[in-house]
């Protein structure tokens, strides 16, 4: 009779686990560097869709709407005429608002034309810079 012993030595699990930690090394910064592209994209997403949402409800209610830019919390706000909040969203920690001016707020304004007004936007993440465009 032969004996066969079944199972992985010590020196095959600690080989494997010497890969897998290689793998994760080399592969770590790009899943990374992914996510955080993945998450400027979604910002700047975000904002265009405050513009196009903002740009309806001026046309329907054929007033001003404003989109209000937080640096310091990093957050977007639409407005109505009032001034009262339509719709908020804090953007992701890694992005951060980018303003020409040394204020920490900045305003878009969209008139019922559909003619959209304010500084240019950039929003800065880990993987770089996104402009949006406002148009």
Do not use: C, W
């Not at 001026?58 to 001034?83: C, F, G, W």
Request: charged share 25%.
């Amino acid at each position: 009779m032969i004996n066969v012993k079944k199972g992985f030595s010590l020196i095959e699990v600690v080989m494997v686990m010497a890969v897998i930690a290689l793998a994760l090394t080399l592969a770590g910064p790009r899943i990374g560097a992914g996510i955080g592209r993945l998450q400027l994209e979604q910002a700047g997403q975000s904002l265009r869709s405050f513009i196009k949402i903002g740009r309806i409800q001026a046309q329907r209610t054929d007033r001003e709407h404003y989109v209000l830019l937080d640096r310091k919390n990093d957050s977007i706000t639409l407005l109505n005429p009032e001034m009262k909040p339509l719709r908020h969203e804090e953007l992701p920690s890694s992005v951060q608002i980018i303003l020409d001016s040394e204020s920490d707020f900045a305003t878009v304004l969209i008139a019922p034309s559909g003619i959209v007004r304010g500084e240019t936007v950039r929003l800065r993440g880990r993987a770089g810079e996104l402009e949006v465009s406002l148009q």
